[in-house]
């Protein structure tokens, strides 16, 4: 499964931004998908995560009631619908999907695919 994420560019603080991760060569309808960014010279970040079934989702504590993770299986796609940024949100946003446990959903190790990223900066 490859995953392409888009979305991402520039937006002024407390502006909105939607990013989408597609999934092509397969689909990951049967996965939990995830969102983590990664802000330079910092590591990779947990964000938001979708369960598979049921579609339960997970937050940072920083994005939470900010941002809001869903899904569209027949469409194959993820969207993260980000509201009221703050600069210290800029960074490459990733979107990932694997089969995790619930234990290891903010573990980018859990997730077995990536999507190439999408950049994300929010000016003060």
């Known amino acids: 499964v490859q995953l392409q994420a888009s979305g991402g560019g520039l937006v002024q603080a407390r502006g909105s931004l939607r990013l989408s991760c597609a999934a092509s060569?397969?689909?990951?309808?049967?996965?939990?998908v995830g969102w983590f960014r990664q802000a330079p010279g910092k590591g990779r970040e947990f964000v938001a995560a979708?369960?598979?079934?049921?579609?339960?989702?997970y937050y940072a504590d920083s994005v939470k009631g900010r941002f809001a993770v869903s899904r569209d299986n027949g469409k194959d796609t993820v969207s993260l619908q980000m509201n009221s940024l703050r600069p210290e949100d800029t960074a490459v946003y990733y979107c990932?999907?694997?089969?995790?446990?619930?234990?290891?959903?903010?573990?980018?190790?859990?997730?077995?695919?990536w999507g190439q990223g999408t950049l994300v900066t929010v000016s003060s």
């Open positions: 060569g397969g689909t990951f309808s049967g996965y939990s």
């Open positions: 979708i369960k598979s079934h049921g579609g339960t989702t």
């Open positions: 990932a999907a694997g089969s995790v446990i619930v234990g290891q959903i903010r573990a980018p190790t859990a997730y077995a695919y």
